[in-house]
């Protein structure tokens, strides 16, 4: 059994599909069409002999009715031509009762017992004068049976005939079967062709941008194939968002790199040749390396934060957001001590926790604040609050600087985006990018908007399901 599966299974990766696709349709109305022409001639063939048989017992009704007072003999005298109606005769069940003239059908001993009574009528196959024949034999009348032959070559002619004619038709079903199911591999298949082009083109260009063309219909109303084709249109336009978002990364990131690395290496040149500087020279330089090495450090960082797509679920675990909270404005009062930080928390919000990684959603909250304080005026207040709307945790964080120009508002979350009024400002300019990613991470919702009253106003919002 395990040699066949093998052998059918090898036969299979040999095969293409739309092969194996048009083999089976074939093979399947095939089956149909010579099975249907197989009932047809065993109906046929049935239907001729039952006919037969009822012809030969109203021909022994008959010849009963005609010859009820005759004895013993041969009642049709051109039996040897078998071209009378029926050729029949009557045999007594004792043999000593036989007339002279010989019988024109065979007698055997099962008739003798027919005459008796003591068997059934049954029919019987012969050769007559060299033709087929089929002979009824039943019970006649005081002992005696009566036999009837009628020819059976016009049945037989007859059938052969139905078998010839059904032949050719299963023949030509057969044939149209392997049309039709050519026709069904490749139309049926269409799609699948479709797709298998586009994956291979795709490879071979590692170009996404490319789709597969999909049939006009009502919407709604697609085959399993076509939703197919559509489902891999979208994972097309998800793959080439996702390599634009790369290139994008990888062209944002050289050109962030390009300008600290060649300070770099001018300050590291320039104190390759401290014995030519000044004490004070070799200060500044060491200095403004030292600053250098620490904006390279945090934007590889950050461009290592930003690869990752999701949290690790072995470090997911509940946390309160209250405390996240409290802990990231106490390290951003340290960071920034010209800053007044404020946190107004919701009575309803503090025992309430989110699935989390916290060092991740300190990192989170970290960001926001560190960007509200870098645009806050020296002793501006930063605010930062948590309460608990229906079904959700919101934190939101304000400050009271220039706010967010309405052309900037839809980019303050792109990679490496800064406004004109933070070109001067430090920074990588991944910080809010940093925080949307690990916000989404966290299936949380950050949005920005324009304060009112002046300011930016960063709001976070945590899905939550509270207990009846």
């Known amino acids: 059994m395990s040699g066949r599966r093998g052998l059918g299974a090898a036969w299979q990766r040999r095969r293409p599909l ?54 013993p003999g041969v009642m049709a005298a051109q039996c040897r031509y078998l071209a009378a109606p029926a050729c029949s005769q009557i045999v007594p069940a004792d043999p000593a009762d036989d007339p002279s003239q010989p019988y024109a059908l065979p007698v055997t001993d099962a008739t003798r017992e027919v005459a008796a009574g003591r068997h059934a009528p049954y029919y019987s196959e012969l050769t007559l004068h060299g033709r087929p024949a089929r002979m009824l034999t039943q019970h006649f009348k005081d002992g005696t049976a009566v036999q009837v032959a009628l020819r059976a070559d016009t049945v037989e002619k007859g059938v052969r005939q139905a078998s010839g004619m059904l032949a050719a038709v299963g023949g030509a079903g057969v044939l149209l079967a392997a049309a039709l199911g050519y026709w069904v591999s490749r139309t049926g ?50 793959l080439e968002q996702s390599v634009t978002a790369q290139r994008r990364l990888v062209a944002d990131a050289s050109h962030e790199l390009r ?41 590889v960082n950050d461009l290592i934060e930003l690869a990752r797509d999701e949290e690790p679920q072995p470090l997911v675990e509940e946390v309160r957001p209250a405390a996240l909270l409290e802990h990231a404005v106490a390290a951003a009062r340290e960071h920034w001590p010209a800053i007044a930080f404020t946190v107004r928390t919701d009575a309803r919000a503090a025992a309430d926790s989110v699935p989390g990684v916290p060092a991740r959603l300190t990192r989170l909250l970290s960001n926001l604040l560190d960007n509200a304080a870098k645009f806050s005026p020296p002793g501006g207040p930063v605010e930062a609050e948590l309460t608990a709307p229906a079904g959700a945790l919101e934190i939101t964080v304000r400050d009271h600087g220039p706010g967010i120009a309405a052309e900037d508002l839809p980019h303050v979350f792109d990679r490496f985006y800064r406004a004109r009024a933070a070109r001067t400002l430090p920074g990588s300019g991944l910080g809010l990018a940093m925080a949307r990613q690990i916000a989404r991470a ?14 930016a106003l960063f709001r976070l ?3 939550l399901e509270r207990a009846e």
Do not use: K
């Open 259 to 299: 300008t600290p690395l060649t300070a770099l290496r001018t300050n590291a040149e320039l104190l390759a040749r401290a014995d030519r500087l000044t004490e004070a020279q070799r200060d500044r330089a060491s200095a403004a390396l030292g600053r250098q090495l620490r904006e390279v450090t945090t934007l």
């Open 461 to 463: 919002r945590f899905p």
């Open 189 to 238: 298949l269409a799609p699948v062709a479709r797709l298998t082009a586009a994956a291979e083109r795709i490879a071979a260009t590692r170009d996404a941008g490319h789709r597969i063309e999909l049939p006009a219909g009502p919407p709604g109303r697609e085959d399993e194939l076509t939703r197919l084709a559509a489902s891999f249109n979208t994972m097309l336009g998800e």
């Open 18 to 71: 739309r092969t194996r696709l048009a083999l089976a349709a074939s093979a399947a109305v095939a089956l149909v069409a010579v099975g249907v022409c197989t009932a047809a001639f065993v109906i046929i063939r049935y239907a001729m002999g039952h006919q037969l048989e009822l012809n030969l017992t109203q021909s022994a009704t008959l010849a009963m009715q005609q010859n009820r007072e005759e004895g």
């Open 442 to 455: 966290h299936r949380a919702e950050l949005t920005a908007e324009r304060a009112p009253g002046g300011g």
